[in-house]
């Protein structure tokens, strides 16, 4: 179906998913697990216009379980990218003034290499002999990208939740490519709870016996394990407050209890239709390498978190929700201090909201003044060589 | 293994597990949900002596996966009951003071009547043909065992999270039975995000092919789903900052990454652990319909909450803890508020805590003090007949 014209009107509109492929065999690329992988695939998305002198480029990474499709409409979509409140002409991330690149995950299931993917040596998926990947890995093929695309340094990395953490290990694993950093909703290292939490959903996935350790395209897959993850993640992308405003204690479609032990109540509903919708995009096994990719993120690696940004020179923006309980607002302020430790140049906001997690995506009021506002200046100084 | 001596000293030592039947056909109790029950055999534990005027009893009611031995040793127990820093001589409730008493909820799987009790008439475990229980079907079938004992006024009804429900279920239904209630890290209604868990929960169970329809005794058992169950429930009886405090990024049994979609990190191990061991004592039918009769659970019954506690005469204590965010203190303050509208006494006190929901029972200190004077205060009034 395609969007209506009152929509794309304020959007960038149609927009083309294109890939890249590179480190063909023999030159495969090494991971940090010290595996080798190639060829790798990477989808992307561009909107706007890449500028004569490549200084107008904005990265955006995405979460666990988006794409690179962040914003405009492809041609059959019912609806629009994943960020599009926040990216398109005349929004945040102005496409009038710069050029944003999304990618998918390397480990993901929407174009680029992951599990799902053919292994060429075998000629069928890996499953799960597709090897371990980390953030840095995410970042270092995004970083082939941007380097295909001639862009020597990018003006702005950007992301919320996993997407924040990509941009953050970008800057600190290699600090002259990126001249600023804005970080939503993130931290510095995945904590007991967020690996916890992980893990519960891992398990779902790993213990549904269609999982089959791994091994089940063409074949029924886990989609009951696969629901429940994705249930359970709803949870932890709500808050309390929020869930009750949304769902309260109203029952679905009926006005009395039924007393049996099948679903009766909104919320319960929601999660499974959530659940259920889930399934039909996305892949288990890239579900569970994903996580386990943000399980290993530490940008310390256990050392001191004061010294992390020692080598850094990007400019940062940090925001954060006031009813996030998955990436709470007090480990936002830890990168804070340690960006302020070594004297860069940060500002930090916590917005005020019932959203949770999601406010990332949908406080877009709140963020867009923020967002806007920092982007001119970080321009302004890049063009002025500061 | 008996206990070691030292350990017995400071308990109320060895106890025993006594049970009561009642509601024999064609005497069945009528249930909540309509359906009628019988016989139904409560497990229950005593601890103390009642007095000759019956009037230092109290009642402890316990959680979802708790059972009636809250206190004092099984000749086999390595560990003791479930409240046994709270419940003993000279403790929190003075066992040389008051006759305690705690039952296995009706739908429990410890003794008392519920989905893995055989069903007179077929001969066979109910499994999922038993009726759905409510807390208030909790609260009639405790209240027969104490009509039972003879007792006419319980001195104090107590308990923390579903203990606090059924407390408070208790008093607003039969406000005449009670002098006063603990109600301890619980709330007046569940929430969406509480039922949101829930379910989640009983999807892990129910979607677990072993589950079999709840036909499932004497076969294999779905013990991957209700120990996916049990992991999850963990996460949400712990916070943030216990989890950070007891296991951090810290790994299990190693030192460097495997790099493998295997558990590493040693909230890992911990969560798997609990949910191997909860499944070898708890029944995971149990666990469906015990959370099923929590999510029924809504004191003003979607009424106006003021006036839920307005034939009420009782003296409330109302404990929460800083850090629990299953049960936030702010739904035991809206619950105060509602008291204090109907001009009831009552003294409410936030414990500041890292341990989350569990710190109902672990925060001993902090509750022991506050209880002690509570129900010494409450003693005096009732031997004076205030």
Redesign the interface.
Known sequence: MPPESQQLKNSIGIVEIKSFTFAAPPNEMTL????KLGPITLAYETYGTLNAAKSNAIVVSHTLSMDAHAAGYHPDDKKPGWWEEMIGPGKAFDTNKYFMICANVLGGCKGSTGPSSVNPKTGKPYG?SF??VTIGDMVDTQRKLIQHLGIKKILCLAGGSMGGLQALEWVVSYPDDVASVIAIAANM?????Q???H??M???I????DWNG?DYYGKKIPA?GL??AR??G??TY???QS??E????KLFEKNK?D???S???E??NY??QR?DNFVKRFDANSY??IS?AL??F?LAQ?QDAAKVFKNVKANFLVITFTSD?LY?SYQSKEMVKALKASDIDVSYCEVASSYGHDAFLVEVKGQSHLIEHYLSRIQREVDHGK
Chains 1, 2 share one sequence.
């Open positions: 940090e697990c010290g595996a799960s090897p371990i290292r995945q904590t007991a709870q690996i916890a939490l893990e519960v891992r398990q779902a790993m213990t549904d016996p791994g009951r629901a429940l249930m359970m709803h949870i709500m808050s309390d869930m009750e949304k769902f309260g204690r209890f007393y049996n032990l679903a009766e109540f919320v319960e999660l499974k659940g569970l390498y386990k399980d290993y530490d256990g309980w709470p």
